[in-house]
């Protein structure tokens, strides 16, 4: 088959097709996958009809998988968690600009989504390129905020009253309560080089060495900024799409618009680096 690459937005976001990744996984094919992922920070392909061994096949030839802290993982793959909201519940897991798990000391390279059930509509789920959002401001603030870090918090009240769904029904008693990691608020890319904005309204509590009363308004600034409409683009969902985002320079946002339908995902978290 014949791998082509449609954009999908001006800011990131590329769809991938003419790949079935449930067949021969290359060193030739993965070496693009890859490339397309660098370019676009969040890649997509549609109709990949995966089990749980298929699924982790690709993400282990795209990186290290490793379990998520809070929520326990399928039976016979510990290291994929099942992302879902169910009909009668309000609240969608993670929903809020984030990157994953920033409150770790090596907070991951990538995550992967596999739909398995959609909602007859919404449930859309938005990214956002840091790259840009940090390109975008002027010398000066960047030149401020180099070297500054961010202090990162898995219990701020905002992203972990999302978790508490999955935490009643499928949650890990060996996780702690609070997850806490210092990170640079600019980090550069391992692979490309390129600086990006790494801090988020969800995880991000305050700025090393400064107090609330000066940081808030300057934090406050900066999450309003990472998510401009010219930074994002948007992905709606059909039973079979994969989405693959790169959490060193691409946020995203889970849409919490089909209240009353289930939505069910398979997730991979893929290990990454300490920022710098």
């Known amino acids: 088959m014949s791998m082509t690459v449609t954009r999908?937005?001006?800011?990131?976001?590329?769809?991938?097709?003419?790949?079935?990744l449930a067949g021969p996984l290359t060193d030739e094919l993965i070496g693009r996958i890859?490339?397309?992922?660098?370019?676009?920070?969040?890649?997509?392909?549609?109709?990949?009809?995966?089990?749980?061994?298929?699924?982790?096949?690709f993400a282990q030839a795209m990186g290290e998988a490793i379990e998520y802290p809070f929520v326990k993982g399928l039976p016979d793959f510990p290291k994929i968690i099942e992302v879902k909201k169910l009909e009668h519940e309000r609240s969608n897991f993670g929903g809020v600009w984030h990157s994953d798990t920033t409150y770790?000391?090596?907070?991951?390279?990538?995550?992967?989504?596999?739909?398995?059930?959609?909602?007859?509509?919404g449930g859309d789920t938005l990214f956002a390129n840091q790259y840009l959002a940090y390109e975008s401001l002027s010398p000066t603030l960047r030149g401020f905020l180099d070297g500054l870090k961010g202090i990162s918090s898995?219990?701020?009240?905002d992203v972990s009253k999302t978790r508490e769904d999955r935490i009643a029904s499928d949650g890990k008693t060996s996780a702690r309560s609070d997850?806490?990691?210092?990170?640079?608020?600019?980090?550069?890319?391992?692979?490309?080089?390129r600086k990006a904005l790494y801090l988020n309204v969800a995880h991000t509590t305050g700025i090393e060495g400064m107090p609330d009363v000066e940081s808030a308004p300057l934090l406050r600034f900066l999450f309003e900024h990472q998510v401009k409409p010219e930074f994002t683009c948007r992905f709606s969902w059909q039973p079979g799409s994969l989405a693959f985002w790169d959490n060193r320079c691409a946020m995203h946002n889970p849409v919490n618009d089909y209240?009353?339908?289930?939505?069910?995902?398979?997730?991979?978290?893929?290990?990454?680096?300490?920022p710098s």
């Open 34 to 57: 890859r490339q397309v992922f660098l370019d676009h920070l969040v890649i997509f392909f549609r109709d990949q009809k995966l089990d749980s061994g298929q699924f982790m096949r």
């Open 8 to 20: 999908i937005a001006g800011a990131l976001g590329a769809q991938i097709s003419g790949v079935n």
């Open 259 to 274: 209240h009353g339908f289930r939505r069910v995902m398979h997730r991979i978290t893929l290990q990454g680096d300490r």
């Open 104 to 121: 770790l000391e090596q907070p991951p390279m990538g995550s992967m989504l596999l739909a398995h059930e959609v909602p007859p509509f």
């Open 179 to 193: 997850y806490q990691a210092v990170h640079p608020i600019v980090r550069t890319h391992p692979e490309t080089g």
């Open 154 to 157: 898995s219990a701020k009240a």
